[in-house]
């Protein structure tokens, strides 16, 4: 009885991935610019973060290293 269950609860999942399919609206070629450009100035934004990041923490290391802290 549970293997059966089992097997019904199993088969639900890959039903509906099965099923399911990517609906792909038109979208403005504005719009697409506007988010590809958005995305490189989020990639140029959180590069400068991490470097600004291991640039103090790499300070803060030389600091303790040399005895400044």
Wanted: glycine letters at 8%.
């Amino acid at each position: 009885m549970r293997k059966q269950i089992a097997i019904r609860l199993a088969a639900i999942p890959a039903f509906v991935l099965a099923t399911s399919g990517a609906a792909f609206a038109e979208v403005p070629a504005a719009v697409t610019t506007a988010i590809t450009g958005t995305g490189t100035d989020l990639v140029t934004v959180i590069t400068a973060v991490i470097v600004a990041f291991v640039a103090f923490w790499g300070l803060k290391k030389l600091a303790s290293k040399m005895g400044w802290m």
